[in-house]
Structure formats: structure tokens, C-alpha cells
């Protein structure tokens, strides 16, 4: 037990370290733009992109997971920072990983709602200490739990709602016998702690009710997770199995809701349609028909992000995928050995029809179907991410956590599981679109750079030069977040007010090669123009692109994996080689990350066309 609690203690440092590396794995673009992207904006007040998400005329996000992920650090922070008068602390780094570490913190609830539900169900601290520890030396957990996706907090809600829904239960073999306990031998006996008092309270209903809103407006897909915990909470005190106690239950539970339903959608309106509530104020004598035209125009973002997804259509534009994809594809990717262990649990319970004896075999039952259902329901949409089944590795540790009672009999399986989560690791949280962020700090100093050579600062006159327009674009890459780019809108030193206008045009992965030219020329014509592309792009696109415009290399980033663009989808042979390099050097040069500033087009030469004369025809004029 000592040594489970010290190995956990170890992996939680471990879990800070690598927040603070910082990763520079680029998983997916949600992770700024629902999050920090938009909180620096409207805190920070740095220079951001909002995606259309947030721009349409039916916003699709609420503002609760922006503000919870990333704007209470960037408060704080800004809180502390005019306290202290600490500007020198303003840098991309500082940026990145303040919602990082908030992130991370937040990630030690999870550890202690699955240490709790652990030893909930089944009585045994070593259960829940191996829980905890599986969960902490997941990658999942330093990967997607210490960053700000949604899918994390979502992953929080589902463990506060199976802790809440568990009913504290006793072991058969540590108590008496069952069969004594029950009238009826037949029926599973659930024993409840007598010292967890009212489970029905309004307490809880405010908690689950809470909880059970908050994730559905953090993530629509919550509803999944969430039903088969509500059903067990809902039948869990033997004591309200009445139908009218049901009711009651239920109806305590929808008037909670609704309550937050209601002002979580107000706090949506204020941001989206802040106007909207000022006519509220405005409204004279009551009018039914103008209070229910004033309802009807209030901002429901769950309700439009269901109305966006059910529409194949919408879905098309960021993939449609096969019905088994979340069970054959991304399980094993999430889970890795723990996914294998799941199956052969399962068919093992199966073979032996096992019998559902004691509380904790009920508890196991819940847990289990806690897996299946939200995986079946999600299974049914077209689109899925493997970070959409996140939250299912709740309810996964503390099944599987059974099985290592004798640590010593498994080291074959905790060594596949060490060497499946380094690997993972590395593939997410290092080199995949590995070099989008260093990119974006190489943006920052640029943007320092020129704006401490054309800038007025003490001693220097104004510059007209158009050389202090920039501009940086990116071509096959995951789409850069702008607010880590330039950070002097926010300092109050004269030598940091911004003088220089930045552009970050993201041309993402499918532009054709002359859209990328076309743009190159475009804004060449009145900025400086810098382009951010990976090596492994066809070999044509480095050679027209080296070809038609004077260019040189000012930023590289080994490693950089871009799955659309993967170094083995071109004939390598095809390619130019360097003869001095290892064999595998061309295959490592394109895994990189490079920026090229171009100092002009170059003419290429006319080329000149002989001409033949045409030869002489003669007619005959026949009469």
C-alpha cells in the first residue's frame, strides 16, 4: 500500500513536469480556439481568431468551459501581475501553460473522485489506490487531462456524477453472509452505509443537478455518459423504489436542473447577445407575447450545437466515420492493454456466468455497463475522435483495478503498460504537428524584433516603412493560435506598444499549391512575408516554391509528424538526396518544421520559341 501511494505521488510530479516541458504535440485545434483562444481575447485583451462557433448567428459553445479552463488563471494571473508590476512575466511560455497547469490541478479531482469511487464500491483501499495509480500513469491523463479540451472536464463531470450516483456499499465476506442479511435469497443484496445519511437530500439533487447541466452545456455528448449514473441515482435508496417517491426524486431533480438550465443560458445570452437582455429592462407593462418573443431569442448554445450535429451534412465537412471506429480504433488508441484486459474480463465473466452475489458485484455490473452504454450511443454518430470517449477512463481503472490485488504476478502486463503510454506519449504529446508551437514563439520574437528596429521607442523617430507588416503563413498545418503570436498590445512600456500589424494566415491542409503561391504574392506586394509548411509535402511544391521566389530558411523544428502529411506518401525517390547524409537522413529531414521568409518573386526567364517559316503554297486555278 505505501509503495502504491508513493508510486502515484511520483507519477503526479511527473504529470507537472510534463506540463511544464512544455508539450509541444499538437492534438487538434479545439484545444485553443474553444478555450484560451477566446478567454485572451476578452482578458487579456491579446489579438485572437474566434472560429465560427462563437461568429455564427447561432453559437454553437458556451462561455462556461472557456471561463472555467482558462479564464479563471488568466484573472488571476493578470490580478497578479499588476499587483507585483511583473510585465517581464508576459511571454508566449507564461501563455500556454497557466490554463496548462490550471488544467492539471483540476486533474487531481479526477484522481480523487476514482480513489473514492474505488473504494466506494468495493469496500478496499488497495482497490482504490490502484485505481489511481493506473489513471496517473495513463498518458491520457498527461496528455488530454492536463490541456485544455473540453473532453477533460468532461472527464471530471462523469467521475463527480458516478461518486455521487455509487451507493457505499459493504463486502459480503466482511460483514455476515448474505443469504443471512437478505429474505430472499434469490435477490442481489445491496447493503448501504448507514453513516452516508439521507442519499435523497437536497443537497445532493443540487449536486447531481449541478453537475449533470454544467457537463451537458461543457460538452452536448455528456448526455451519453451521464444516464446510466442518473438511472442508478435515481433507483439507488431502496427506500423511494415507490412510484411516488420516483416522481418526487425525479421532479426535485428537473426543477434543480431547470434552474440551472436557466441561468447558465442567461450567462450565454449576456455574452453572446449582451443586447439582448438590455430590452429585458426596456419592456414597459407586462405583455405576454413580448415576453415570449423575448425568450424565444435567447442564446441556446446546447440546443444549436445538437440542431449542428444532426445534420449529416455539417458532419461531412469534419469527417464521417465508420459506426465501430470508437470500438475497434480508438478504444485500443485511448486504452492500449487496458482495453485488451477490459475484453478478456468480459468474456471471462461471460464464460463463467458469473453470479451478481454480494453489493460490490452490482457495483462492478454498474460500472461496466457505464462503459458500454456511452460507448454504443456514441458509437451511433458518424464523427468520431478518439478525445470524444475520453471520460470513459473513469469507470475503465476502477474495473480493471481488480485484477493487480498481487502486484507481483503482473509484470509482464505493467511493462507492455509503461512502454504503450511512453510510446503514446511521444507520438501525441511530442511530435505530432510538433513544431506549430515553437513556430509561434519564433512568430513572437520576430514580431519583437521588428517592432524594437521600426517602433518608437526612447530616442527613435516613427517609421512609414511598410517592412513593419507581417505576415506568416501557414500550409499544411493545424491551424495556429493567434494570441501567443504578439503579446505587446497588453505591455504598457512605450518600446512595447504595437507597431507592427501581424497576419497569420492559415491555409490548413487540403489548399491546392497555387492558392498557397496566389496568397504568397498577394501579400508580398505591401508586407514581409514569411511561410510555415512541413518538409514532408510533395517534393514539387519545396522545388516551384524555391523555384519562383527568393527565399531562405530562418526557423526549423525537428520532430514534426503530420498525419495528412505523412513522410512516406511521396516516392522519396523522387525526391532530391543529400548525398552526404546517414541513409535515413532524408527520411528524418522530413520530419520537420520550416519557415522560409521570401525576399521577392524572380522572373523567370521567357522562354524563347523558334518559329518556322511557313511554307509557300501554290494553287492551281483550274478553268
Not at 142 to 167: G, H, I, K, M, Q
Not at 212 to 225: D, E, H, N, Y
Amino acid at each position: 500500500m505505501f509503495m502504491l501511494k508513493l508510486v502515484w505521488m511520483h507519477l503526479v510530479a511527473l504529470r507537472f513536469m510534463l506540463c511544464l516541458m512544455p508539450q509541444t504535440g499538437y492534438i487538434f485545434p479545439d484545444e485553443f480556439f474553444q478555450s484560451p483562444e477566446v478567454m485572451a481575447g476578452d482578458i487579456l485583451g491579446l489579438s485572437s481568431h474566434l472560429t465560427w462557433e462563437w461568429t455564427s448567428e447561432n453559437p454553437i459553445r458556451s462561455i462556461l468551459y472557456p471561463f472555467l479552463s482558462s479564464g479563471i488563471p488568466f484573472k488571476l494571473f493578470m490580478w497578479w501581475k499588476d499587483f507585483f508590476d511583473a510585465e517581464q512575466l508576459l511571454t508566449p511560455f507564461i501563455i500556454l501553460i497557466l490554463p496548462r497547469c490550471w488544467m492539471t490541478i483540476q486533474s487531481l479531482l479526477i484522481d480523487f473522485f476514482i480513489y473514492k469511487i474505488a473504494t466506494q464500491a468495493f469496500r478496499d483501499s488497495l482497490n482504490g489506490w490502484l485505481a489511481v495509480t493506473l489513471f496517473a500513469s495513463s498518458y491520457t491523463t498527461w496528455v488530454f487531462c492536463t490541456r485544455t479540451f473540453s473532453n477533460a472536464t468532461e472527464t471530471l463531470c462523469l467521475a463527480a456524477l458516478l461518486y455521487l450516483a455509487l451507493p457505499t456499499t459493504k463486502l459480503k465476506d466482511e460483514d455476515e453472509q448474505v443469504a443471512d442479511d437478505a429474505p430472499n435469497n434469490s435477490q442481489p443484496a445491496v447493503v448501504a452505509d448507514k453513516s452516508t445519511g439521507d442519499e435523497s437530500s437536497l443537497t445532493q439533487t443540487l449536486l447531481v443537478s449541478m453537475v449533470t447541466v454544467c457537463g451537458f452545456f461543457i460538452r452536448t455528448s455528456f448526455v451519453a455518459f451521464a444516464f446510466v449514473p442518473l438511472l442508478l441515482w435515481m433507483l439507488k435508496d431502496k427506500r423511494e423504489w415507490s412510484i411516488p417517491s420516483l416522481i418526487a426524486k425525479a421532479f426535485r431533480l428537473g426543477v434543480f436542473g431547470l434552474a440551472w438550465v436557466l441561468a447558465l443560458v442567461l450567462v450565454d445570452t449576456a455574452y453572446h447577445n449582451p443586447s439582448h437582455l438590455t430590452k429585458l429592462t426596456s419592456m414597459g407593462s407586462f405583455d405576454v407575447r413580448e415576453y415570449f418573443d423575448w425568450m424565444t431569442k435567447l442564446t441556446l448554445t446546447p440546443l444549436n450545437n445538437v440542431l449542428y450535429n444532426s445534420n449529416l451534412e455539417n458532419l461531412g465537412q469534419h469527417g464521417i466515420h465508420p459506426c465501430y471506429t470508437h470500438l475497434l480504433v480508438n478504444f485500443p488508441i485511448l486504452f492500449g492493454p487496458l482495453a485488451l484486459l477490459l475484453l478478456f474480463l468480459g468474456f471471462r465473466a461471460l464464460y463463467r456466468q458469473q453470479t451478481l452475489k454480494t453489493a460490490a458485484d452490482m457495483n462492478n455490473l454498474f460500472l461496466v455497463v457505464s462503459i458500454v452504454s456511452p460507448l454504443a450511443i456514441l458509437s451511433m454518430i458518424p464523427h468520431q475522435e478518439p478525445r470524444f470517449i475520453l471520460p470513459l477512463v473513469v469507470p475503465i481503472v476502477v474495473v480493471v483495478a481488480q485484477c493487480f490485488k498481487k502486484l507481483g504476478e503482473h509484470k509482464l502486463f505493467f511493462s507492455l503498460w509503461a512502454l504503450f503510454n511512453m510510446a503514446a506519449f511521444f507520438a501525441f504529446g511530442v511530435i505530432h504537428q510538433g513544431g506549430v508551437l515553437p513556430s509561434i514563439d519564433y512568430i513572437h520574437s520576430v514580431v519583437e524584433l521588428e517592432e524594437s528596429i521600426y517602433g518608437r521607442g526612447p530616442g527613435q523617430r516613427s517609421s512609414t516603412s511598410n517592412s513593419c507588416n507581417l505576415t506568416f503563413i501557414y500550409y499544411h498545418t493545424y491551424m495556429p493560435p493567434r494570441h501567443l503570436t504578439d503579446l505587446s498590445t497588453i505591455r504598457k512600456s512605450p518600446e512595447r506598444v504595437r507597431k507592427c500589424k501581424v497576419n497569420v494566415i492559415d491555409l490548413a491542409g487540403s489548399t491546392p499549391y497555387y492558392l498557397f503561391e496566389k496568397n504568397i504574392r498577394t501579400w508580398l506586394k505591401h508586407s514581409q512575408v514569411f511561410v510555415v509548411f512541413p518538409t514532408s509535402i510533395p517534393c514539387e511544391d519545396i522545388e516551384r516554391l524555391q523555384t519562383r521566389f527568393s527565399a531562405r530558411i530562418t526557423f526549423e523544428y525537428f520532430p514534426h509528424f503530420s498525419g495528412e502529411d505523412p513522410p512516406w506518401q511521396d516516392n522519396m525517390l523522387a525526391c532530391p538526396r543529400d548525398d552526404t547524409t546517414m541513409p535515413l537522413g532524408d527520411y528524418f529531414d522530413r520530419l520537420k518544421l520550416r519557415s522560409y521568409r521570401i525576399e521577392h518573386a524572380v522572373t523567370l526567364p521567357v522562354p524563347t520559341v523558334k518559329i518556322s517559316p511557313l511554307p509557300v503554297v501554290r494553287e492551281s486555278i483550274v478553268m
